[in-house]
Every structure is written in C-alpha cells, then in structure tokens.
C-alpha cells in the first residue's frame, strides 16, 4: 500500500472509531431519556419510595442528595480552597510540598469504596455516628477533596502574577492579596469546578452505601428543627440517596417495577448533572464578562 | 520621621495577616495529609487482621481459590483464597483497558491532529458527558441492556467478565481519552512540522513520530484508566453475577475484589474473620492503587528524561 | 561585545538631600549574581534615570530598591531609607512597600472597578471614611491625569481602560496610599507614543512631592525627563551623573559606547 493510500485509509479508521465513541454516547443519552422520562410524573417525583410495592417515588432520596451536596460542599469547599491557596500561594519547592502533592494525589486516585468504607470504619462504627447524613457528607468530602482542590488550583495559577506583584507593590500583605485579588479573579474557574464537582458527588453511590446508608426514613418536611429526629434537617439520621437508591432495587430485587424507578431515577440523575454542567458553563462566562467587561457597576 | 522609623521597624497588621493566611492554609492541607495517612492506616491494620489476629496464610490468601470465610476446609484451616476475585479483578481491568485504549486515542487524535477545532469543539462535550454520567446508571443501563443482550448471544445468565469489561470500557473511556489529548498537545509543534515538512504523510508523522514521542504519558493514560477500572465497585458489581468462582469464561458469573466488598461488607460482623477477611479485600484495592500511582511516577519520570 | 573594565566606575554625589540610597547591593539569582557592589545616592524630589542594555539588571536593582525581590533572589548590602537600612530581615516590608511605590512595565490593575482599585490599598491599612476614600480617589486621579478621563464612570472595570489609561490608573494606584518614592519599571515600554507622552507629563508633574527612580530602554524619554541618570552594564553600576553631562560628555567609555549605539 502507498503511503498516501495508508494515510486515507488510516484516517478513515480512526473516524470510525471516533464515530463509534460518539454513538455510544448518543446511545447512553438516550436509553436513559427515552426509558427513564416515560416514567417521571408528579407524582414520581413527590412520593415517599416502595421497597416491596409497584408505584414508589423518589422524593426522600431526591432531598438526600441534595442536601448530602449542600453539606459536603460546605465542608470541602473551604477546606479545598485553603489547601489550593497553600500549594499555589504559599508552599515553596521543596520535598514537604512535594510530600502533600503526592498525598492528594494518593487521595485522588483511591476507589471511592475505599474512602467509603473509610468513613464507615471511623464514623459510622468508631465515632459511633451511625449511617447517617453526616457520615455521608465527611465521606464524600474525602472524595470530593482532592479534585476540588486540583481545580482551584489550576484557576488560581491560572491568574497571572502582575496580579500578585500589584498587590505586594502596594504593601499588601500576600494573605490580604490572595482574599481580595486573586480569588475573586480566580472565581469563575472556581465556580466552574464546584459546580462540575457538584454533579460527580451527587451521582457517587459507593462511597455512600456504608456510610450514609441505604435506607430512607420517613422524614417531617415542616419540622425545621435539625436536632429533632424526624426533622428532614436532622444530619444524624440515614439518608439513601437517588444514586444509592438506584444501586439498591437494582441489586435487592425485591421491588417489583424496579426497572422503570431506576429508569426514572436516572433519568433525574443525568438531567440534574447535565443541567449543573451547563450552569458551571454558563455561571462561568457570566462570572468572567462580569469581571472584565464595562457592564461593571 | 521618627513615626516613619517607628512604623519600618514594627510588625503591623499586614504582617499578622500574612503569619495567619499561612497558617490557616497550612492547617487544611495539614487535614488532607492527615486524612490520607488515617486511611491508609485503617485500612492497613484492619486488613492486615486476618494475617497477624485470625493467622491466615498470607500465602492461602493468594494463592487459592475458595472463599467462604464463615467455613473451614479439610484442615480445619478457614477457606480464604482471594485469587479468583483477583483474577476477575485483573481481568476486567486489563480487557476495558485494551478494548478502551485504540477508541481512546482514535479520538485523542481526532481532536489534536486530525480536525483540531471542529473535532475538539464537538468530542470535548462528548468525552464531558461521559465523565458526568454516574456509575450506577453505567451499571443499571449494563444490566438492562449489556446483560440480556449477551444472554440472548451466548446464554447463561449475560452476566460475567464480558458484561463487566464492556461497562468498564465506556467509563474508563474519557479518563484516558482526556489524558491522551493532554499528552498529544504538550508534544513541541516542531516534530510535527519537521516531519511533515519531510515529506511524510500525515499518519507516517503521527505513527512514526507523535506517538512514539508521545508513548510514556500514553502509556500513564492507559494506567490511569486501569486505576480508574480496577477501583470501580457499583457498575461492576452489577453486572458481575457475584458469585466467588474462578472465572471459566467471559460469560459466567464471577466477582471483582469490589463487588464483593460491597454486597458482604454490611453482612458481617466487625472484627470477626469474615469481616476481616473483606478489610483484606480492601487492603489489595488500596495496595493496587498506590501501586497505579507509583507506576504512573515511574513513567512519567521515565518520560521527561528521555 | 567589546570588554569594559568593570570595576572602574564614574558615580558623583547628587547635590540636595538624599532620599535612598544604597551601599554594596548585591543581588543573587541562586548562584548566579546580577547586581555587584551598587553603591548609589538616589536624590531627593528628582526624577532618576537608569539605562543599560537589556539583562545588564536595571529591573533587579530597582526591584530590590522596596524588597519586591525578597522572595526570589538573595540581596546584600543595605539600603538606607530614612536613616535606617530597610535591607534588613527585622524590618516590616509592608511598610517599606508602601513608602516606596512600584509600577511596573506591563499595567496590571487588578481585575475590579476603578474606584476599587485605587481604594483597596487603603482599605486594607484601616481606612474606612468614605469622604476621605473619595478624595484620595480623585486626588491621585488628578495627580496621574486620569480624573478628567474617568471620573464619569469610576465604577466601570479597570480592565476596560485603554492600555495607556490602564498604565496611569497604575501610578494612581501607587500614589493612592501616599509613597514619598515611586519606582517605575518601564512604565511607558507597552504604550503608544501618545499614551507615553501623557506619562511623561504626569512623572515631570510628580516631581514636585515625590522622589522618582525610572528604568528605561528609551534614550531619548531618559534625556527628556530625568535630572540625573545612572547606567548599569552587566550588573555592574559604571557611571552616574547629571543627565546632561550623561548624555553629551561620559567620563565612562563604556556609557560613551551605549549612549551613541556602538554598543556590541
Ligand atoms: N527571576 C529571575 N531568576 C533568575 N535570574 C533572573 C531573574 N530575573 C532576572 N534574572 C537575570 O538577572 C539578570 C538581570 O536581569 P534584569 O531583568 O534585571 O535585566 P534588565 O536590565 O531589567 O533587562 P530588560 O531591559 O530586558 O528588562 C539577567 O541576566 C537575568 O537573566
Ligand atoms: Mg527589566
């Protein structure tokens, strides 16, 4: 074969490949979609689930995840953006901040059902937190942490360093810089990377199962009160969420229409993530305009 | 005068600012290191009981094939052989690396060589949703859709190896997809005009040089994949079968290291030999992965001096 | 490039008061050393000048000048400002920073409206009235012949000024918080002439109330506005004089060589 004959022939294997990639996705997408939206009413979304009755809902896991997110990112977020502040900041060359990359990065690449029955083995069992929305939240922290942190720190070295030396010139201090410069500037790619680690927490299941738990107790939604222990607040009590509680008709089997809950409770899964994709975007660029363009009041 | 050698010589409120940011900072990242210390540690010396506490063979635990941790074989010795979750383990990982490696860099090339803008406009999303879609739809669209489908192809109950590896294969797929672009853009633009500019055809340049060129942080793509495949629990789990059996074929029922720890851990009771004999289980998922990250190191190291 | 003996050295004593200077600076890059023994009386309430070729380390030494260079390079030697050495690990660099303001080569106004950018500075050191902020606003606006520009929108981004607006916003800045020396690192290198020559207006304005210590690759801008000149050659202070005699009579060969382009 001629090499211009290999090289067309080439081409046309790797757009093959590539369209096979793409289909597969076209195919996820709409498997999910088509088996999935059928499904979602109402009344799907407003009612208490089923174990071992057709016609559950998903309201109780719905509320989960999102409130396990709320926590989680409360407690990860500042926790991220000071360790990224330090490692782009702060830490100088030299083998300790070698040392702490290297265990983020030890962090990052750990199963999530590792870290999952890490937090079982400390918080539900040792702290005696039971499963538990707390359990859950620090687990998923462990989990969210090390990406959260390599994505502020990519948007922070992102900022340029005329930023920094602006400030310094001033006789700023490098602390009083970095809140008021170089975090704000950083902000949309901090945003960006908190909303696209928002939807990997809120679709993560095995860091959950031992530690947040896979059931979902009747909870009171006019009861406001977080120490009360049937208040929807309450962070003591176990929360199965929409990605655990897909995992779990799936596995039991006990649940009669278990394939359309799932089918449904996906479908909610990947619109909620697509939908926090695209806000990551579009906050993002709004964020940047915002800060660069004249429309500044 | 005096104020302005009063004020160059005493610590001001800038200065206790900078004293403070630093050590609050310090403190978080202080947790994370603390964090990853305290897991490793936990999950070592809980997954070290069944060797040092109930005096299983480290040896046994390798090497056989039985698990059934509440019973005890012919020599009274409790039956705890790992080997066949570690083979499925192994196995699966290595399959969806292979299957996902050529679509991986089909596309990596698409979007850096072959149609730099139009393709990375329209894949970027791709590979982004991808990402975004949680494992636990990967495993309920493996089970309604991958297991029956290789049911009606070679009967038996579709789950297995090949299930497994298929549903791997996609969700490892963006991992090395991202990392191979990541690896093709950092190569210097001169190779690929010099060996243009030589006459070469576009694939010649892109097989014989960028790729070559290319192939140590290829290869820390692929393992990044492997780490991401051989750590995957609930997918996994799914479309397995879960039955502890050494596996006979793509087709039969067996278990990963992970699916069984997820379905057993809840079942047993802490601190007897069947829970312990799972931290075990554990232990190797957490060996393997600083294992993958050594590796990776390896190579990367290995890459930049070259 | 012709050799010049670097050890010899032309430096005269500026008549008036001295607002810095420096004794035996040196400043180290690791081991590789781009400042040697400047030793430099820097005059009060007139613009300084200092010219050399490119990497002949006119950045490092006025860099060094408010210990911008603390955290990358090693300096020695003192620096005496108000009668103290602020070279010196006991003192507060805070301050230094704030007498001795910078601006740099490329603007850099941070990524905030006008108004905030001038005002973050003073915030920060306990300033809170709103009367006195305003007025350090529209002072240093005014000083940096920006105000007539910009007092429409001060709350509009900085980032949406001209380059050369960008630039003057920049000295505003400095002389926001009240500094009795501006350094300024070829601050005019990135600008249209038009823009360069509303800079140069300004810096001949500030020297009345401020001592003024510019780096400059432009001859002709050096001539133009500074009163005495200083010229630097590999690291190395070869001569320092009134501008004039600088430009027209060199006791240095090497200054002779640069000046008239013979230079390598
Ligand atoms: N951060 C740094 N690290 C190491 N060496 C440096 C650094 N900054 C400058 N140097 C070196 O110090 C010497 C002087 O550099 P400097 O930037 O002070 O020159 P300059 O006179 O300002 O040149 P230019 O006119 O190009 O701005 C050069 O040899 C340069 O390579
Ligand atoms: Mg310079």
């Keep these: ?297 | 005068m005096t104020s302005i050698k009063q004020e160059l010589r005493h610590a001001s409120k800038a200065t206790r600012e900078d004293v403070f940011g630093k050590v609050i900072t310090y403190c978080c990242v202080a947790v994370i290191a603390v964090l990853v210390i305290s897991i490793l540690y936990f999950i070592a010396s809980r997954g070290i009981a069944t060797f040092t506490v109930n005096h299983v063979s480290l040896w046994s635990f390798i090497s056989q094939t039985s698990w059934n941790p509440g019973l005890l074989d012919a020599h009274g010795q409790p039956q705890i052989g790992a080997l066949a979750m570690m083979v499925t383990s192994f196995t699966v990982t290595i399959l969806a690396a292979i299957i996902a490696t050529p679509f991986a860099l089909a596309v990596a090339l698409y979007m850096t060589e072959i149609a730099p803008n139009r393709g990375a406009r329209i894949l970027q999303p791709v590979i982004e949703l991808l990402v975004g879609i949680p494992s636990v739809v990967y495993g309920f669209i493996g089970l309604t859709v991958v297991v029956p489908y290789i049911r009606h192809l070679f009967g038996g109950t579709g789950m297995g190896i090949l299930a497994g590896t298929l549903v791997l294969f996609v969700m490892i797929l963006p991992t090395v997809t991202t990392l191979s672009v990541d690896a093709l853009n950092a190569l210097p633009g001169y190779l690929r005009d010099a060996s243009l500019a030589l006459g070469a055809t576009r694939w010649q340049t892109i097989h014989k040089v960028l790729l070559r060129a290319a192939t140590p942080r290829l290869l820390t793509a692929v393992i990044f994949g492997m780490a991401r495949a051989f750590g995957e629990a609930l997918a996994v789990q799914m479309v397995i079968g879960n039955a502890v059996l050494m596996p006979h074929g793509l087709v039969t029922p067996t278990a990963t290291l992970t699916s069984q720890l997820t379905t057993q851990i809840g079942n047993t009771v802490m601190g007897t030999l069947p829970n312990n004999a799972l931290w075990s289980l554990a232990l190797v998922l957490l060996v393997m992965s600083l294992i993958f990250n050594l590796l990776i190191r390896f190579i990367g190291k290995r890459g930049q001096l070259s | 490039m012709a050799t010049y003996d670097l050890t010899a050295h032309h430096i005269i004593e500026p008549g008036g008061p001295i607002a810095l200077s420096t004794e035996k600076l040196q400043v180290f890059y690791g081991r590789q050393q781009a400042i040697f023994d400047a030793t430099l009386n820097f005059p009060a309430n007139q613009i300084t000048a200092l010219i050399g070729a490119s990497g002949s380390g006119k950045s490092t030494y006025l860099r060094s000048l408010n210990r911008m260079n603390d955290k990358v390079a090693r300096v020695t030697g003192k620096i005496m400002y108000q009668e103290t050495n602020i070279n010196d690990r006991t003192i507060n660099v805070y301050a230094v920073r704030r007498h001795l303001g910078m601006v740099f080569q490329r603007p850099n106004p941070f990524a905030k409206s006008i108004y905030d950018n001038l005002t973050f500075a003073l915030k920060a050191t306990g300033i809170k009235s709103r009367t006195i902020l305003d007025d350090r606003v529209e002072q240093s606006l005014k000083e940096a012949a920006l105000w007539e520009e910009v007092k429409e929108d001060l709350h509009k981004s900085a980032l949406a000024l001209s380059g050369g607006q960008q630039q003057r916003l920049c000295i505003a800045r400095a002389l926001a918080t009240q500094p009795e020396i501006l350094l300024l690192d070829e601050p005019a290198s990135a600008l249209d002439p038009i823009s360069t020559a509303k800079i140069e207006v300004t810096l001949k304005r500030l020297v009345e109330r401020y001592t003024i210590i510019i780096v400059t690759h432009n001859m002709q801008q050096a001539a133009r506005l500074s009163s005495y000149t200083a010229f630097l050659h590999l690291g190395h202070l070869i001569e320092f004089d009134k501008t004039p005699t600088i430009f027209q009579n060199p006791e240095m060969t090497a200054t002779q060589d640069y000046i008239t382009g013979n230079f390598g």
């Design chain 1, 1 to 297: 074969m001629t090499p211009t004959r290999l090289d067309k022939v080439a081409t046309k294997v790797i757009e093959v490949f590539v369209a096979c990639v793409v289909l597969i996705l076209l195919f996820l997408l709409s498997t999910i979609l088509i088996q999935g939206v059928p499904h979602l009413s109402w009344h799907f979304l407003t009612s208490p689930s089923q174990s071992f009755a057709a016609g559950g809902g998903i309201v109780d896991q719905l509320f989960n995840s999102l409130y396990l997110l709320v926590l989680t990112l409360l407690i990860s977020l500042p926790l991220a953006i000071g360790s990224a502040v330090y490692l782009n900041e702060y830490a100088s060359d030299n083998w300790l901040t070698g040392l702490l990359r290297t265990a983020i990065e030890v962090l990052s690449s750990l199963p999530s059902v590792v870290v999952g029955l890490f937090g079982y083995l400390l918080f539900v069992i040792h702290f005696h937190f039971g499963f538990s929305i707390l359990s859950g939240a620090i687990a998923l922290t462990f989990f969210n942490l090390p990406l959260l942190t390599r994505s502020i720190e990519g948007a922070l070295a992102a900022i340029s360093d005329t930023q920094r030396e602006a400030g310094l010139a001033l006789g700023l201090s490098a602390w009083r810089t970095i809140r008021g410069v170089i975090l704000p500037a950083a902000l949309p790619g901090i945003v960006t990377g908190v909303i696209l680690s928002a939807g990997r927490v809120f679709g993560e299941a095995a860091a959950l199962i031992y530690t947040a738990g896979q059931s979902a107790p009747v909870v009171n939604y006019t009861n406001w009160n977080p120490l009360s222990s049937d208040s929807f607040l309450n962070p003591m009590r176990p929360a199965e969420t929409l990605a655990v509680h897909i995992w779990k008709v799936n596995t039991e089997g006990v649940t009669p229409d278990a394939v359309s809950i799932s089918a449904g409770a996906s479908a909610v899964l990947i619109i909620v993530i697509l939908l926090f994709n695209f806000l990551a975007r579009l906050i993002g660029r709004h964020l940047y305009r915002k800060m660069t363009g004249n429309s500044n009041k």
